[in-house]
């Protein structure tokens, strides 16, 4: 791909017109090197999530669907490539400091098939300055593990980059929840301090924790948070080998990153996971206190002492906006909503007073009593996976109850409180964007390449509705990679009936298939 591809943020070119490369980084080993980290596709730090909650807190962020979007630290792109493939008008642009990443992630490009899309293997400090404008920037697990001076230049970077209107996101380490997490890093650092090939590390590492939990008492508070953290880690080699024995991993407090940030001209906006942002779960006395803090920003250092947070993922941008908190039918106007809900039992009388429970595709669980609850959430269930327009969503449901006049301002804005508990309880969405996707299975189900591609691996895979998904299920995963367009329910029950290892006991049936194809629908991974 060339770098006129990358349309207003194409690197530099010569006086000439020809378009000249910013000069990368010379190569050199880097921890990453000889220790992949794959990485994955992260919701929450997606373009599509960030406008979203830009957009409730008052800010007018640029379309996704044609945007400029910049990822430091993109690794081998398996954040930055899903995203490239769900949004092919818009130009993304990744920069990571090892090598060997950066070609992997090309790689993955090219065979995913995407043209939208550059990487740049560079150091955060020798950033182009008249590298372009970018309307969203992202910096996932980087901040925290570089040093200062790459730190200052991530900042500086979204300072000197960031459109008039653009978003950014940052995650880092907080305290005071990453003191929890010293100890088994202080044991392994350690431990492991001789040892320099990079897996005998983390297996070493894996061994002490077990010596020592093996050691302490029982029971007793240490041995329970060792055992906690420790647990966290067990899940992930690369996770072991890049946080917990990380060379650099230096937690800040939320206000001095947010001093930093400020220095650079950046403002707090909203942490892309609110639910951390919310007051209402907690007793009166601490509402009453946390409501009476004027200064926004130290009621938020105050609720990380609270949940005694770890790690933050927040959205900023440019100094001087206005925002406003009080979210008002207008703005919501401008949002769509989507939520998996199925309620436990058919609803006979919405207004009997009757609680009734809903659940998500992954497992949530809400209930209500109320009737306007009751009915936006069947209605959410019954348009999913397709996001609804707030407006559309809230006539629905007035439909549905029989309303033949307007919502007065106290019940519309009960239910646009309702609705922003339900993002913060994960039970709903808000977007700016409907991506493209089937919601019927066709004869011949065609999944998204990039979904095929992410099933081969094992791991999480992300649907065309930027959410992302771990399929349990062998028989799921297995057919999603049979899902190329090629082939009918014949081809694909007797391909599955065919794997190694299958007996009659395990045989895949007709009815089987027809399911999974249903939740990869209700997934939105097929596009075809």
């Known amino acids: 791909m060339k770098n006129d591809d990358l349309g207003d943020f194409a690197l530099p070119r010569d006086d000439s017109g020809v378009s000249v490369k910013a000069a990368e980084t010379p190569e050199l080993v880097t921890p990453y090197d000889e220790f992949r980290y794959p990485g994955k596709f992260y919701p929450h730090a997606s373009p599509e999530r960030m406008a979203a909650l830009a957009t409730l807190f008052g800010l007018k962020p640029a379309p996704v669907e044609r945007c400029r979007v910049l990822e430091l630290g993109c690794g081998e792109g398996g954040h930055l490539v899903p995203l490239a493939y769900a949004l092919p008008e818009s130009r993304f ?5 090892s090598q060997a990443s950066i070609g992997r992630a090309r790689e993955l490009a090219d065979r995913v098939g995407v043209r939208n899309i550059e990487f740049l293997a560079q150091d955060l400090t020798k950033f ?12 996932h697990g980087l901040f925290s593990w570089v040093p200062e001076d790459a730190q200052q230049a991530l900042l500086d970077i979204c300072g000197r980059h960031l459109a008039p209107e653009g978003v950014a996101y940052i995650s880092y380490n907080t305290f ?73 991993n230096e937690p800040v407090y939320f206000l001095d990153f947010m001093e930093q940030a400020a220095a650079c001209g950046l403002q707090f906006v909203a942490e892309s996971d609110i639910k951390f942002m919310r007051t209402a779960h907690l007793p009166e006395s601490a509402r009453k ?33 206005r925002l406003d908190l009080e979210v008002t039918p207008e703005r919501m106007s401008r949002l769509m909503v989507a939520g998996s809900l199925r309620p436990s039992r058919p609803i006979t009388d919405f207004h009997s007073g009757e609680e009734i429970e809903f659940r998500t595709v992954h497992g949530q669980v809400i209930s209500c009593k109320e009737a306007m609850p009751k009915a936006i959430y069947l209605e959410m269930g019954a348009a999913f996976p397709r996001a609804l327009r707030y407006d559309e969503l809230r006539a629905r449901a007035c439909r549905r109850l029989g309303y033949d006049k307007p919502l007065d301002a106290e019940m519309e804005a009960k239910l646009i409180r309702m609705l ?79 794997r190694p290892g299958v007996d009659s006991a395990h045989m895949v049936t007709a009815e089987a298939i027809e399911r999974a194809l249903k939740r990869l629908a209700d997934y939105g991974m097929l596009i075809g």
Not at 93 to 97: K, N, P, S, T
Not at 182 to 211: C, G, M, N, W
Not at 294 to 317: A, N, S, V, W
């Open 93 to 97: 642009l990744g920069v990571d400091l």
């Open 128 to 139: 182009p300055a008249d590298g372009g404008e970018f309307d969203y920037i992202i910096a």
């Open 176 to 248: 005071p929840g990453a003191h929890l997490r010293q100890i088994p890093r202080d044991l392994t650092l350690f431990h492991t301090r001789a040892i320099s090939d990079p897996a005998a590390k983390v297996r070493e590492a894996y061994k002490i924790v077990e010596s020592i939990l093996a050691a302490m008492p029982e029971p007793s508070l240490e041995r329970e948070l060792l055992r906690k953290v420790a647990a966290r880690y067990k899940t992930s080699d690369a996770l072991t080998r890049f946080d917990l024995l990380a060379e650099v």
């Open 289 to 321: 206190w946390l409501d009476a803090i004027p200064d926004r920003l130290l009621r938020e250092q105050y609720l990380d002492f609270i949940h005694c947070r770890g790690f933050r993922k927040t959205i900023l941008c440019r100094a001087g906006h």
């Open 420 to 498: 922003v508990s339900s993002l913060a309880n994960g039970v709903a969405g808000f977007h700016v964007y409907q991506p493209p996707f089937r919601t019927e299975v066709g004869a011949r189900p065609l999944a998204s390449a990039m979904t095929r591609i992410q099933a081969e691996s094992g791991g999480p895979v992300s649907s065309m509705y930027l959410a992302s998904f771990m399929l349990e299920d062998s028989i799921m995963r297995d057919l999603l990679l049979l899902l190329d367009g090629s082939r009918d329910r014949r081809q694909m029950l007797s391909a599955l009936q065919a």
